[in-house]
């Protein structure tokens, strides 16, 4: 997890799942950690494991050369912070929100006097403190090197830039992909279950074809960057006709077509507009600018 000094002190401020997750990973490593939460029994566990309970947020704030909050929403993190003393504070703010939140919630610590990263745990509290548990982090580079040895205790630290919004759009951007993988496996999956096929068996078929889906992404991202669209692999025409295809097989089978064929009328407006030629990435211009935008 990288050469942390175990010498220095942390504060995590949320004790839920999560929270508690991160104060354990801290006091794993070596670090002293002390812990605040509104609920106190939920630091219960943590103080018997060695923890130091803080009686009030601000008294958490001064224990700490680095303080980790993990809270609900922002509105809770101004909430509990703002009787706080923040001068010379910094803070890493772990709390999933969005972009434009987090850049509101820097310029409010900022004004406050305190140093402060936004970021956004890409895991579950089960794996943090493992080399599989990704944490993001953006704001001021210096502050970022500062800590990222004690950091390190975490999980695998990741920077992504000065603009301390860009945490929380990786977070989304994740979670579209995540979200975007399941249903099309739930989907495929409801379509063999009507001929017998249990999950079970079309999931290693299923996570062949996401690893070589996944292999398609550095090229594609180099179309998109150039704003070029050549089709190498396939045209869109051609893959809107296999569109219509799944929409059919589903249809036959009584399963919802919803998804494919919103993805299918995506495919058909690019085609409209002259892309039919042109490779699948050319449908970014959809997202980019939507329907009626």
Known sequence: MGNNNTDIPVTVIGLGLMGRALAGAFLKAGHPTTVWNRTTSKADHLVAEGARPAPTAGDALKAGSLTIICLTDYEAVREVLDACELDGTTLINLTSGSSAQAREAARWAERRGARYLDGAIMAVPPAIGTAEAVILHS???????????????????????????????????????????????????????????????????????????????????????RGSFPAEVSALETDAGAMAHLIEESEAADIDTELPKLIKAMAERSIAAGHGAEQYPVLIDEFRNPQGA
Do not use: C, K
């Open 139 to 225: 704001g001021p580079r210096p502050d970022f090197a500062a800590h990222e040895p004690t950091l390190g205790a975490l999980g695998t630290v990741t920077y992504l830039g000065e603009d301390p919004g860009l945490a929380s759009l990786y977070d989304v951007a994740g979670l579209a992909m995540m979200w975007s993988v399941l249903n099309a496996w739930l989907q495929g999956t409801a379509l063999l279950g009507t001929a017998g096929v249990d999950a079970a068996a079309y999931a290693p078929f299923a996570q062949q074809i996401a690893t070589v889906v996944a292999g398609w992404l550095p090229g594609y991202a180099e179309q998109i960057d």
